[in-house]
């Protein structure tokens, strides 16, 4: 297999204050490296960009160094043993075209052959959208067939895989929230949602109230703020949250929404509110995919993506997530070649 002589990695070079701008980031070129002892050459096919990494921008990167995500790409050469020249594999070094990675070292692992079930599934509902969303579900939240459920930023990564997970958990209503009417719609129509709200038509507590006018049981919150007030507003006695981000604070470090005015309600109402971490969760990979693999190759599920296309269109790739512009996982493709 021929190696390219030139690589190009994303680097951050200032912090942004607020909403992220283009001319904080770099695309540098540089040689192509070799891979040493137990090391393997990746040149990256998809990458992967998420709402933590504009989190992470404010004080968990260092300056002028390589960004880093997760990914998906062949091995093109190797001097590890465990990865051999055309595998795929999963990793964490995204942001570039290629990369030196170590079996089990940073995530990586070589990706399992499911036939009839596409790469992009395995940065997202067999990724870690889909692995967030399947541990919220099954684990924190201990859900069970009949339950109601609200999922807030239910267009996105988490919040696609979450209603296709738990519409096969046998959920009773699925509602979500959103940021338009077009993508309300859509999942409604397509995405398996009994009922959807664009959250700038109001208030969110009223809109989930009149959405879900006898309650849920659950919710899965990626947002905070007001949706989980909302949440909190509407859960039934004994109700459960699972907290797996909070997107309306990653750009007011300063100034963060404030806490729900009704938070005593999680004891008027004996509720359990419980952060999800996924990276504390990676043992429920397998569960994930045994479950979804066959539904995937049935085509009852498929994998919910948004794509852009080329490296240097990573960073309109990302602010475009952030900005809500993707319907279900936001990839960067960087190949188009057969089996790619």
Known sequence: MTTPRTARTFQLTARPSGFPTPDLFSLVDSPVPVPGPGQALVEN????????????MDTGR??????????TGRVIASRDP??????????RHGWRTHALVTAGVFGTRKLPSYDGVPLAAHLSVLGGTGLTAYV??????????????????????VGTATGRIARLLGAGRIIGSTGSAAKAARLTADLGFDAAFDYHDGPVAELLAKAAPDGIDAAVDSVG?????????????????????????????ARP???????????????RLEGVLVRNHRDAQGELEELLVPHLQSGRI????????GIERTVDGFLGMLRGENTGKMLIRLSDRPGD
């Open 45 to 56: 096919i998809q990458l992967s960009v998420d709402p933590y990494h504009r989190e992470e």
């Open 136 to 157: 919220a579900l099954t684990r924190t939240l201990e859900f069970r067939a009949g339950q109601d459920l609200f999922v807030s930023a239910a267009a996105g990564g």
């Open 257 to 271: 929404p404030a806490a729900p005015r009704n938070l005593y309600d999680v004891v008027e109402k004996s509720l």
């Open 82 to 91: 465990a990865l051999a020249e055309g595998d795929l594999v999963f990793h």
């Open 302 to 309: 498929t994998p919910d993506i948004t794509v852009v296309d």
């Open 62 to 71: 260092e300056l002028n160094t390589p960004l880093e995500g997760r990914a």
């Open 225 to 253: 703020g007001d949706h989980l007030a909302g949440a909190i507003s509407v859960l039934r006695e004994h109700g459960r949250i699972a907290w797996v981000g909070a997107v309306a604070q990653y750009h007011s470090a």
